[in-house]
């Protein structure tokens, strides 16, 4: 029995069955005015269903836009009004409802008070709307209170309006306007029929055409309103501008006449204008961030412009231009003879590529004789080992005198003594052997005369298909023609080969080396060296033996 009595009060609460699905739609009203939940919705004074929700919604909130596709705060109305979504629930009484079903809020009592929704079903031939459709806000209306019919004619509307039927009264008495409109009603029915083509025309091809062009037209109005000066100037320059036309009524006749003709040729362009407007639309929005920085851009700019405009004046670029016009026919001579001269390049450039660079990279590397190998590497390439030849006359460029430059040779000795037997003139028109020291064995010489032979010159040939030069060198007998070098390893072992004077210069040349590589030229030991050299390399005209002389 409680579990009866609860559901039986439970249903009375809510006179609906739980568990139900019942049919609700919504709507988008511009204002609630005095809506609340349970408000009676009426078809032809029947009730049908009631509001079951009222949500109160701004132009900012991106929920309006996604169920209704139009923004009240901004093409439908001004920035920051008000909306409501109403929720209406539907009894079967009140289906079908059509998509173009239309709703107004309507006082229930003529001094105003308690409001219901009236609506309008729609024509038979629209879809039915489903279940939780939302119409939009331009399908909806709200009842016109008393207060604003109160509010609407002030004192300055009043006076306007006063002033508009003054002016419109004298415009048909006084300014013959009243003979105008008489002959106007007579000449209206043939332009009936081209006002209905217009008429027709401005429905559109679309879909939501002429709803688009009356919001157009509501916000030209606004911005109309918004400005009364601006407005009179608008009124009072269309006087002039109509004035201007009728002093023109011939012309303006015959333009009117071949007006059919320009509009029946300039449909294709029309065609062709709007079929261009989704691109320029998506290119006006790809092209908007660098709109928004052209400002930055010009003022960046604008120094390098100034700069340029100054660069390109007469006591600059032009005056350098006419400077420089005598010299434009020797560039071009030059230009022409040019073409020789980077064809003689390009065979350079491969002459090093091909021949001088491989050659400079390559090492001097000896060839196997059966008279021995060069006990020595390498030390380097061609072009690393090229430098070290210079560094002996590094400083002759610094010793000099009045006559020219000169060198220095600084003498030196050895361990091993060498005789180059007829090297020297001798007594009597004859020769004579020659001594000396080296500090090391000599062994022979590198390169030979037969590997020092020169590639062949080929003049007619390109140098980039030449042969590169060889420089591999074997190792050669010494170079001496006068007769063969005898190196002494010990001083002892071939002093009975040498005369007297040579024997005593021999012992003074060993001295001498000794001397020098134990002072090495520095202090009294390096200076009394020198003064022996200097009497051995002295001619002793007497002829004591105390020096060289002629042996």
Not at 167 to 192: K, M, V
Not at 311 to 332: C, I, K
Request: proline content about 8%; aromatic content about 6%; charged content about 25%.
């Amino acid at each position: 029995m409680v579990v009866l009595i609860a559901i039986g009060s439970v249903l009375a609460w809510t006179k609906e069955l739980p568990f139900g699905n019942p049919y609700e739609v919504k709507a988008v009203f511009p204002t609630a005015q005095n809506v609340r939940i349970g408000t009676p919705v009426r078809i032809a004074g029947i009730e049908v269903g009631e509001v079951t929700g009222v949500d109160h919604l701004t132009s900012d909130d991106p929920d309006l836009v996604a169920q209704t596709g139009d923004d009240p705060g901004g093409d439908d109305g001004p920035a920051g009004t008000d909306a409501v979504v109403l929720t209406m629930e539907i009894d079967d009484s009140g289906r079908p409802l059509r998509s173009d079903t239309t709703m107004k809020l309507r006082p229930r009592l003529f001094l105003e008070g308690n409001l219901f929704v009236d609506l309008q079903p729609g024509s038979p031939n629209a879809v039915e709307a489903e279940d939780g459709f939302t119409f939009p806000i331009t399908q909806t209306a709200a009842s016109v209170e008393l207060d604003q019919v109160l509010t609407t004619l002030q004192s300055d509307v009043r006076r306007n309006l006063e002033v508009l039927l003054d002016e419109f009264g004298n415009a048909l008495i006084e300014h013959g306007g009243a003979e105008g409109f008489r002959e106007l009603y007579r000449t209206s029915p043939p332009a009936f029929q081209f006002t209905s083509q217009v008429n027709e025309a401005l429905l559109g091809t679309e879909p939501g055409d002429l709803r688009g062009t009356i919001r157009g037209v509501s916000r030209v109005v606004r911005a109309l309103a918004a400005n009364e000066t601006a407005l009179q100037d608008l009124v009072t320059n269309f006087r002039v501008f109509s004035g201007s036309f009728a002093r023109q009524d011939e012309a303006l006749g015959q333009a009117i006449e071949e007006l059919p003709g320009v509009l029946e040729a300039a449909s294709p362009a029309y065609a062709n204008l709007n079929a261009s407007f989704p691109p320029l639309r998506a290119f006006a929005r790809e092209a908007l961030p660098g709109v928004e920085s052209t400002p930055a851009t010009i003022d960046a700019a604008t120094p390098f412009i100034e700069q340029v405009r100054e660069l390109v004046s007469e006591q600059e670029l032009r005056g350098l231009v006419g400077d420089l016009r005598p010299t434009v026919r020797p560039l071009a001579n030059l230009a022409r003879e040019t073409m020789s001269f980077l064809d003689q390049s390009r065979a350079l450039s491969s002459c090093f590529n091909e021949v001088v660079i491989p050659w400079a990279n390559d090492t001097v590397e000896p060839v196997t004789d059966p008279g021995g190998d060069y006990p020595h590497d390498p030390p380097g390439r061609v072009f690393e080992t090229t430098g070290y030849g210079l560094t002996g006359i590094s400083g002759e460029n610094r010793s000099g005198d009045a006559n020219a430059q000169y060198l220095r040779v600084l003498g030196s000795g050895g361990n091993n003594t060498i005789r180059i037997p007829n090297a020297l003139p001798g007594p009597g028109g004859g020769l004579q052997d020659a001594v000396g020291l080296l500090p090391f064995e000599l062994l022979g010489a590198m390169p030979r005369f037969s590997d020092s032979a020169k590639t062949e010159f080929r003049p007619d040939v390109p140098c980039e298909t030449q042969e590169a030069p060889d420089l591999g060198a074997g190792l050669g007998s010494i170079p001496f023609e006068q007769g063969e070098v005898t190196p002494l390893a010990d001083a002892d072992l071939s002093l009975d080969a040498l005369t007297p004077d040579q024997r005593r210069l021999h012992h003074r040349l060993v001295d001498i080396g000794e001397t020098l590589q134990d002072g090495g030229g520095e202090g009294n030991a390096g200076a009394r060296a020198e003064r022996q050299l200097e009497r051995l390399l002295t001619p002793d005209p007497a002829g004591d033996g105390d020096s060289g002389g002629d042996g």
